[in-house]
């Protein structure tokens, strides 16, 4: 029967560029997703035509999972099934460019899936732990820091004081707003009575109440506790730059995400004029994108989240980039960082000179239960598996017992307007 030229076939021939070393070859690229605490993770997994090498990696877009998902089955796979696993650049780098038009969340959390899984192998055959392949530790552990959060004052630094008393030395805060917008804690309804929007979002209550937060906590808290805190990109760049002058007598280790992506332009000069430390960059989708907000002078700490820059091949160059212009590093790691992926950020945070601090999430135990492997922090700190590539593996059973469903981000984020009605970068 002849060959249709107008219908691609399911999976190209894939040529090898140059001979491989021997005859290993990916023989499958697949997406699992799964939700073990309501967040959707989605993991990547390579196959190979050794029954027992396998690599598994971080491609989690929790807001828009079934994209990532489609991309890696239908896309991915089909560039990659053939190649010899070894060769991780070169691999990333074609499936970046077959797309032609390139960059964006979807697109390179699906390359991170696929770039750490082939980092993940390339340890199990070498026997090593992925950082021993990355040059060797440069720190025993991590520094990690805790989200503290409470509906009002009292309850945020109640919480920060039991994440004290486990060992923590950094501690982000953040309290309850009025109105359905606040973020890091459950805000209030009807909170503007009045107002054409009654559930809105203030932003001169939040610039006027936050300084008061800071300075109970470092009261109360202590001069030896480094605190942070997170804006979530809802200010414009001179509200950022009054905020963080309000918070200069309370010494903050860093001041978080202060402006949205489409004024990363103006972050040179509000990190000029702040006298606390600027942290941005889990909003960039590429790589360029958070280089030049190193080169740019943008950043005191860039905070990615490596996967939606393409996995660990450019957080290590980033890492690098960083450690040339006194950047440091503070990699995303929140709940919607899989397992496979916190392991990928300690990774590079203990190779690094550039290192900063790392956010830590306590996960739970269906989550070690579909993860095992999945790292535990002790007193505030993290140390990577000493198992070869990331010592976790995932179990499909336990992870089909918890389906995933569509994030609920979307609605939380319709709910950030203000008093006005208008929306707010959430």
């Known amino acids: 029967m002849p060959v249709d030229p107008t219908v691609e076939p399911a999976f190209p021939t894939v040529t090898p560029p140059w001979p ?48 990532v998902a489609t991309y890696v089955d239908e896309h991915v796979a089909r560039l990659a099934v053939g190649r010899h696993p070894e060769d991780i650049e070169d691999i990333v780098r074609a499936v970046k460019f077959s797309s032609y038009w390139r960059e964006g969340p979807v697109g390179n959390n699906a390359i991170s899936g696929l770039d750490m899984a082939l980092w993940d192998i390339a340890g199990k055959r070498a026997g090593l732990p992925v950082h021993a392949l990355l040059g060797g530790r440069v720190r025993a552990a991590v520094p990690t820091y805790a989200h503290a959060s409470g509906g009002d004052v009292d309850a945020t630094l109640a919480s920060a004081h039991a994440w004290m008393d486990s060992g923590w030395r950094h501690v982000r805060l953040q309290t309850s707003q009025p109105g359905r917008g606040s973020y890091g804690s459950t805000g209030s309804e009807a909170a503007y009575p009045g107002q054409p929007n009654e559930d809105g979002w203030d932003v001169q209550h939040y610039l006027r109440t936050t300084p008061e937060l800071f300075a109970r906590a470092r009261a109360e808290l202590g001069d030896e506790v480094n605190l942070l805190h997170d804006v979530h990109s809802r200010l414009t760049p001179k509200q950022a730059v009054l ?71 450019p957080a290590r160059k980033l890492a690098t980039l960083a450690e040339f212009h006194g950047v440091q590093t503070a990699w995303h790691s929140p709940g919607d960082v899989s397992p496979v992926g916190a392991a990928a950020n300690v990774a590079v945070d203990v190779t690094s000179a550039a290192f900063g601090i790392q956010e830590y999430h306590h996960y739970s135990e269906p989550v070690h239960e579909v993860f095992p492997g999945t790292l535990r922090a002790e007193a505030g700190y993290l140390r990577p598996n000493v198992a070869p590539g990331w010592g976790i593996d995932i179990d499909e059973e336990a992870a089909a017992r918890y389906p995933a469903g569509l994030s609920r981000h979307d609605e939380w984020a319709l709910g950030v307007r203000g008093l006005d009605g208008a929306l707010y970068a959430p």
């Open 243 to 313: 905020l963080a002058r309000a918070l200069e007598p309370y010494r903050l280790f860093f001041l978080e995400d202060v402006v949205a992506p489409e004024f990363f332009d103006e972050l040179p000069g509000v990190r000029a004029a702040s006298p606390v430390p600027i942290a941005v960059g889990e909003l960039c989708t590429s790589l360029t994108d958070a280089a030049r907000l190193i080169t740019g002078g943008g950043v005191d700490l860039i905070r990615c989240h490596i996967t939606a820059i393409g996995g660990l091949t």
């Open 20 to 67: 491989a070393p021997d005859d290993l070859r990916i023989t499958a690229v697949r997406a699992i997703v799964t939700a073990p605490e309501g967040i959707p993770l989605v993991v990547v997994r390579v196959d190979t035509t050794d029954p027992q090498i396998y690599g598994l990696g971080c491609a989690t877009f929790t807001q828009r999972w079934h994209a």
